[in-house]
């Protein structure tokens, strides 16, 4: 069987194909910044623009949508319910018999062998979540495509519910916590936050009852290498770990196959499996879930988003994006002060942002202070009457100064190809930063303008810190609701927030491709409007 790189390498067996449409993903320069200067341009984009976003909606499942057949929504309906159904461990086990729950904060009574049949209760509670209860997945009535932002399924916009399930504790459980061994796991990069959902999956699963709770160390690179011993988890031990930045357990990329890791799995007796990561670590988890059925093995392999990019499908926001943002604003002011206190002088600072724009785009528009944002789903060029370089000179002719926020990923159809790939099978970029900083130097001094550049590049200390409170109440409720799921008898799902409610979704439908910015979203166009930039095409 592959590496586990292998399988969560996008397009591969692991990284399964999302069906998603409406999706908003489509690159696309902005109408209302090029106006003034190109109207016939930006009329001939926004054409291809609404032909592509109705397009969009004429494929679900994998099938053509014919929108004549008068039952074309109730297909469609059907389709979705079937799309984001999530596994449950009676799909494989139809015999499994639920017990009530555990989970009941009017009781913390420590759950001992006498209760195994079934766990008292003083008294009734009503904080239980029904089945059957749902969530909105879109809540925008879009009545034209042409709308900012539309995401339509057909030519007319037609308004179709889609639910999706939603997170929480269940009255009935599928695993008797004496029962119970659970594994955390935390793979890829650093983010804020990852110790706070560790921290309340441990509390959690107390609640229950669970009394053995491990780390695995480093990633998946834990369940192979010997040398790497697993870490016992208990409330005393993660009581305070919160406080800092970082993973108590670890984290790397790549690792061992997903027959190995299922091996293992067995072979240490856990039956829960908590899996924090991105796209590559959940496809990694969905294929650690498949095998664990493919196996008939009562297992719960249960997903926590982690990427600081912010780029997971369907999800309103993933735990450390808040922080990334708050924190971006140190470098900014910094890269503003030393551009506004210097003759002529440029700030750029270089943002995370691999495919998704969401870091650079929310910190440009909260700081105020930036004059030009580059995103990846939006092309520019350096060079030309349209490129950055002349818009820079202008700043500097008319403002005396100028500061530039940059995404990692931006722009790197300009670099030069590194060929180089990480451990987790991702492209190593360029910088475009640098690039940026130079060209622009070389530029203004040939053109007989003398310039002050300063390059910030604040990535690491952004990763490393800690979850500021917004994401450390994300990260609480996350690390909750995994664990109710888990409980709940649902495998191969990952929690998020949508419409500011919490949900389960299937990790197939997550995990296709990354989140990106919608050019013609109107969170684009205000930060447009706060810049001021014109299209650089």
């Not at 604040?458 to 409170?469: D, G, H, Q, V």
Request: hydrophobic share 35%; aromatic share 8%.
């Amino acid at each position: 069987m592959a590496t586990l790189s292998h399988a969560v390498a996008p397009g591969l067996p692991g990284a399964v194909r999302n069906r998603r449409h409406g999706n908003g993903i489509f690159s696309s320069s902005s109408v209302s910044s090029s106006c003034s200067r190109n109207s016939r341009s930006a009329a001939s984009r926004l054409t291809k623009r609404k032909s592509l976003r109705v397009l969009v909606g004429i494929k679900h499942g994998g099938s053509d949508i014919d929108f004549s057949d008068p039952d074309w929504k109730s297909k469609f309906q059907s389709d979705f319910e079937k799309r984001f159904a999530i596994p449950h461990i009676t799909d494989v086990f139809p015999d499994a018999v639920p017990i009530p729950s555990t989970f009941c904060l009017k009781m913390r009574t420590p759950v001992i062998e006498d209760f195994a049949g079934g766990y008292p209760s003083d008294e009734e509670w009503h904080g239980y979540i029904n089945n059957n209860d749902r969530v909105l997945l879109k809540t925008i009535y879009y009545s034209s495509p042409t709308s900012a932002g539309a995401e339509c399924i057909d030519p007319d916009c037609t308004w179709v519910e889609q639910w999706v399930h939603r997170a929480g504790p269940r009255e009935k459980i599928y695993f008797k916590p004496e029962e119970v061994k659970a594994a955390i796991v935390t793979c890829g990069g650093l983010c804020p936050g990852l110790n706070d959902v560790i921290r309340q999956i441990v509390i959690t699963l107390e609640i229950y009852g669970v009394q053995k709770i491990v780390g695995i160390p480093y990633g998946y690179r834990g369940f192979s290498d010997k040398e790497l011993a697993e870490m016992p988890l208990s409330r005393k031990v993660v009581q305070n770990v919160h406080l800092s930045g970082g993973s108590l357990l670890g984290v790397s990329r790549g690792g061992p196959s997903v027959s190995e890791i299922v091996d293992n799995l067995q072979e240490r007796g856990i039956n829960m499996l908590f899996v924090l990561g991105g796209n590559g670590t959940h496809a990694g988890a969905d294929a650690i879930h498949a095998e664990c059925r493919k196996r008939q093995l009562r297992v719960a392999i249960v997903g926590v988003p982690k990427t600081i990019d912010n780029d997971i499908l369907l999800i309103d926001k993933t735990f450390g994006f808040d922080t990334a943002v708050e924190e971006a604003q140190r470098a900014i002011n910094s890269a503003y002060i030393e551009a506004h206190s210097a003759y002529h002088g440029i700030g750029i600072v270089k943002l995370m942002g691999r495919s998704s724009g969401f870091i650079a785009m929310h910190a440009s528009l909260a700081s105020g202070q930036i004059d030009i944002c580059l995103i990846p789903e939006v092309p520019f060029q350096i060079h030309g009457d349209h490129g950055i370089l002349h818009h820079l000179k202008y700043l500097i002719e008319t403002k005396g100064s100028a500061v530039v926020c940059v995404a990692e990923g931006a722009g790197q159809n300009l670099l030069q190809k590194t060929n180089a790939k990480d451990a987790s099978g991702n492209v190593v970029f360029g910088d475009i930063g640098v690039h940026i900083q130079q060209e622009t130097k070389k530029h203004l001094k040939e053109l007989g303008v003398p310039v002050d550049v300063k390059y910030i590049d604040p990535t690491y200390m952004i990763r490393a810190c800690r979850a500021n409170a917004s994401d450390g109440i994300l990260c609480a409720v996350l690390g909750q609701n995994a664990v109710h799921g888990a409980f709940a008898g649902y495998s191969g799902i990952t929690v998020g927030i949508c419409n500011t409610h919490y949900v389960y979704l299937p990790i197939p439908e997550v995990i296709s491709h990354p989140r990106l910015v919608d050019p013609n979203s109107r969170m684009w166009h205000r930060c447009l409007t706060s810049t001021g930039q014109p299209d650089f095409i």
